[in-house]
C-alpha cells in the first residue's frame, strides 16, 4: 500500500501570497489532519478532515483553511502569508477512529520570504 | 488542555547499549492514548509504540519498550540494543480517547536522539 504523500516537497514563497498543499492519504483512510512544526512552536494540530468535513480544529488564524474532497485527498491553504508561517506542514491519514494509528506523510517545507 | 513535556532536548548513546527517553504528561483525563513517534532527517513521523491508559500492562515493540505509570503521568521509552538507525528526534505525544478528537495529537518538544560507534 502507498504511503501519505504530500506535494510539494519544498515550496518557497513571499509574504502576502497565498499558497496550497496536498496530501493523498493512504487507500481506505477518509481521516487528514494537518500539523505544524517549527523550531519554536514544536508540532502543533492544525485541523482534521473525515469524509469531507472538517471534524477538530486546532487554534490558528483563519488564515488557515482546508477542504477534502471525496477521494479523501486534502488541501490546506494559508493566505496573506507571513513569515512565521515557515514550517514544516505534516499531513496524517487514519481511519478515523478514535484508536486508529496516525500515519504521516514527508511534510512540505514552506518558506516564505 | 492537555501538556506533555520532555525535559532531554539531547541524549547520546552507544551502538547496543540501552537508553531511556523521558516524558511527563498533565491531563484530568482518565481515558487516553500515549504514543511515541520518531522523526529521522527524512521528516516522516513513524509511530514507534503506543500505549492504551486503561492497560496496565507496559507496551513493548520488539527493542522498543515503555515504562508507563498512570499515577505519576509519565511515559519514559526504553530504546534497548541500541542501532545507528535509531538516531532520529523522538517525541512523546497525547491523544484523547473521546470520540471527535481521533487525529488531534499533543506533541512534547522532542529528544533528539544520537548514537555513536
Known amino acids: 500500500k502507498a504511503g501519505v504523500t504530500q506535494t510539494p516537497r519544498y515550496l518557497i514563497k513571499t509574504r502576502g501570497q497565498q499558497v496550497t498543499l496536498s496530501c493523498s492519504p493512504i487507500s481506505g483512510h477518509r481521516s487528514v489532519s494537518w500539523y505544524q512544526q517549527t523550531p519554536g512552536q514544536g508540532l502543533q494540530f492544525l485541523f482534521e478532515?473525515?469524509?469531507?468535513?472538517?471534524?477538530n480544529k486546532g487554534n490558528f488564524p483563519g488564515r488557515f483553511s482546508g477542504r477534502q474532497f471525496s477521494n479523501s485527498r486534502s488541501e490546506m491553504n494559508v493566505s496573506t502569508l507571513e513569515l512565521g508561517d515557515s514550517a514544516l506542514y505534516l499531513c496524517a491519514s487514519s481511519v478515523g477512529q478514535h484508536n486508529s494509528p496516525l500515519h504521516f506523510g514527508n511534510g512540505t517545507r514552506l518558506t516564505v520570504t | 488542555a492537555q501538556t506533555v513535556t520532555q525535559s532531554q532536548p539531547e541524549m547520546s548513546v552507544q551502538e547496543a547499549e540501552t537508553v531511556t527517553l523521558s516524558c511527563t504528561y498533565d491531563t484530568s483525563e482518565s481515558d487516553y492514548y500515549l504514543f511515541w513517534y520518531k522523526q529521522p532527517p527524512s521528516r516522516q513521523m513513524i509511530l514507534v509504540i503506543r500505549?492504551?491508559?486503561?492497560?496496565?500492562q507496559n507496551a513493548t515493540e520488539n527493542r522498543f519498550s515503555v515504562n508507563f505509570q498512570k499515577a505519576a503521568k509519565s511515559f519514559s521509552l526504553k530504546i534497548s540494543d541500541s542501532q545507528l538507525g535509531d538516531a532520529a528526534m523522538y517525541f512523546c505525544a497525547y491523544r484523547s480517547a473521546g470520540t471527535g478528537t481521533a487525529s488531534k495529537l499533543t506533541f512534547g518538544t522532542g529528544t533528539r536522539l544520537q548514537v555513536t560507534l
Open positions: 478532515y473525515f469524509s469531507e468535513t472538517q471534524r
Open positions: 500505549q492504551e491508559a486503561y492497560k496496565q
